[in-house]
Structure formats: C-alpha cells, structure tokens
C-alpha cells in the first residue's frame, strides 16, 4: 500500500494507477501532473507514497502539453485526409499556431477548413490513446526519410542519444518535442480558420485562464484572415 498526497489530502492506493484514472476518480480536470515535483504525463503510473499536483490550463506547462498534442492531432488528421501531404508548422500571430501546407493540389479554404475541422472533431470524439513507444534512433532516421521529413532527421542527426521517443495514434506516428496527452478525447478547445496563403489554429491560454483568446490581425503575418468553420454561412 502506498500514499498519495493531492491537494493536502492523502489517498491510499494498493495497485499501480495511471494519473489520468486518478484524476477520474477524484474528478479533477488536468492535461499534465507534477509528481514529486517532478512534469508527468497522465499516462505515467504511480506505486508509490507521493505528491501529485495536477495542472489544468491555467498553468503554463500544460497548455505547453496542450499546444503539442494539438499539432499532433491536427498534422494526423490532415494525414488521413491527404496522404502523404507536406505540412509545415510555425508560431504566428495572435498566440496561434501556423500551418503552411506545401504544393497542396487544391485550394486552402473554407471548404478544406470544414473538412479539417469535422475530421479532427471525429479523432476527438473517439477518444483515441496517444501512446507512446522508445525506438532507437536508426529506426527514427528511416521513418522519417521515409516520410521525408527533412528538418526532423536534421534534429537526429544531434540527437545525443541512442534511442528516440515516438507517439502513435491510430497508425499514425510522429515525433514530438514535449509532453503529450493521453487520448485525442482531451483536444476539444481549439480554433481554425484561414490565414491566406495559410491556417493558424488557436488554443487555450495559461495567461487567461485556459480561454482562446480574441484573434488579433497583424499585416506582417498574413493578408486574409477569416472567421472560423462554425462563423462560416
């Protein structure tokens, strides 16, 4: 038997638990979890005496989590729906994210925004498990030259060590720089629309206690911005 400490008060658990089936059961809503100080993901297990300090978007470090698994389920859903399609991401205006998509047949418009948005709203509904598996770094290279994701194998190239840790969704893997969230159920609060010749994508923010914020135009990021799906007639 061990001890769990949240919030001052103390749980006593015999098995192995999951944080994310810790915060079920005390109905905590969070994306990440300090143990003993120390930034978890909530499909880190526990079996020992602890303290967990569950962070919910309000805090900085998860809507870091946040931010990175959101890319993740946005460049899988827009796999699904194009193969193989080219996909650059970037930090833009207004605290959003920019996603640049390369030698695209086809036009970036409401129509592709719906379509990216019903497609990322079915991955979220069916609560699919990101998870995530340690390959060495040999097996990373050739995924990615497979993928030929350049500026990803450039990264391994200085990678000091052997192994690499991908996540995989549903046949989809990808390496991410940070912290993910366990299944795409915890991806509903976000924001697209178009940012001509690009999208951006907004998202909950610490600063404002985990609300999207109001976008704020700026001329040196774009020429055309329009509302989101839901705005669109």
Known sequence: MYTVTINEKKYSYENNLYLKDI???????????????RLRELSYYVNYDCRIDFLNLDEYEAVRVYETSLRYLTIMALEKLYPGID?????????SISFHVKDFVGEIDSEFIKKLEKKMQELIFLDLPITRKKVSKEEAFALYSQRDYLDKTDVLKYRPEDTVNLYECDGYINYMFGYMVPSTKYLSQFKLRLYY?????????????GEIPEFEDSAKFGTQVLPAPSLLK
């Not at 996909?87 to 605290?95: D, G, T």
């Open 23 to 37: 915060a079920n059961e005390l109905g905590i809503t969070s994306f990440v979890a300090k143990v003993n100080n």
């Open 87 to 95: 996909v650059k991401v970037f930090q833009c205006v207004s605290s």
């Open 197 to 209: 010749p690009d999208f951006v994508i907004q998202y909950p923010r610490g600063e404002l206690n």
